[in-house]
């Protein structure tokens, strides 16, 4: 068991929260999710999660139902509008690289769902299979990459807008989505969206809803800024994502078979390292509806 530590004015009673680097990750101790986790242990579950902003439990043993299940207590379900669910399960999309396979999927920069009106608030993984090393995950805190602006940029930023394409070519391939699937690069099953809105243009600084702080907004479906063109947008909205990246900015998730990484996706972003080739990793992934971004 990890030593307990607290990083936050109030205590924890039900849970350890030991932090795994500076700018955010705390490891959850104490907490078994499929015995049942009652509302006192919740809210401070919660109150965890707002603080580290990516909160990870190891050694759970998860049915897909108490996946499900656990993650309904912090919301309303965001399916997702491209990939495909798993057969029984439309809450769940199961991200699975076989050994034979080499493309990876979620190793760009990103917010999930950031190119939705209700962006996902949270997304909850958990490992069912991991291969014995590599396959980590990258976190950046935007809140740091926002506050750590100077003045000038931060005045500049205010009322600015990014447009966010789900099918956004900002790839190394250069392909859409479809396009993707049509010559059979793309890393999971895609479906089609239909009449779902796919681009939203949203604030390049939000505030968090929950704690009221500021945190750059900003990901790969970044596009454009509203009302620039590309030629425009592109020299500060590379500066801006290279920026969000500094290594003190960061942490890296090392995963373990059975467990469940939960992150607030309004104040990080996230990275997927594709490094683990030969191996096979399948994690389930639900994620939670959130608010319309200010
Ligand atoms: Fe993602």
């Keep these: 068991m990890a030593e307990t530590v607290v990083a936050d004015e109030q205590e924890f009673k039900h849970l350890t929260v030991t932090p795994l680097a500076g700018a955010l990750g705390a ?71 076989t050994p034979a396979e080499s493309i990876n999927n979620g190793d760009v920069w990103h917010s999930d769902q950031m190119y939705t009106p209700k962006p996902a608030k949270g997304t909850m993984l958990y490992g069912r299979e991991i291969p ?14 926002y506050d750590s602006l100077s003045d000038g940029l931060k005045k500049t930023l205010a009322g600015l807008k990014g447009v966010n394409d789900g099918d ?27 009449n779902a809105q796919t681009v939203s243009v949203h604030p390049l600084v939000r505030t968090h809803p929950e704690t009221g702080r500021k945190a750059l907004y900003l990901g790969y479906h970044t596009d454009q800024i509203e009302g620039w063109s590309n030629e425009e947008s592109k020299p500060l909205l590379d500066y801006l994502k290279v920026h969000a990246r500094r290594p003190e900015f960061t942490c890296r998730v ?23 080739t030969g191996f096979q990793r399948r994690i389930h992934k639900i994620m939670i509806q959130g608010d319309t971004p200010f």
């Design 168 to 194: 956004t070519k900002n790839n190394t391939s250069g392909m859409s989505r479809m396009e993707r699937v049509t010559s059979g690069v793309a890393p999971l099953a895609q479906i089609n969206p239909g």
């Design 254 to 276: 090392n995963w373990s078979k059975d467990m469940l990484t939960f992150w607030d996706n309004r104040c990080t972003q996230h990275f997927a390292v594709n490094d683990y």
């Design 132 to 145: 014995p090393y590599g396959g980590d995950t990258i976190f950046v805190n935007l809140y740091l990459a």
């Design 27 to 97: 490891e959850i101790g104490g907490v078994d999710i499929a015995a049942g986790v009652d509302e006192e242990t919740l809210a401070e579950i919660h109150r965890a999660w707002l603080s580290h902003h990516v909160i990870y439990f190891r050694d759970q043993n998860m049915t897909p139902e108490q996946h499900i299940e656990f993650a309904k207590r912090f919301g309303d379900i965001h399916p997702h509008l491209f990939n495909k669910a798993l057969d029984g399960y439309p809450e769940i999309i199961e991200m699975l690289k």
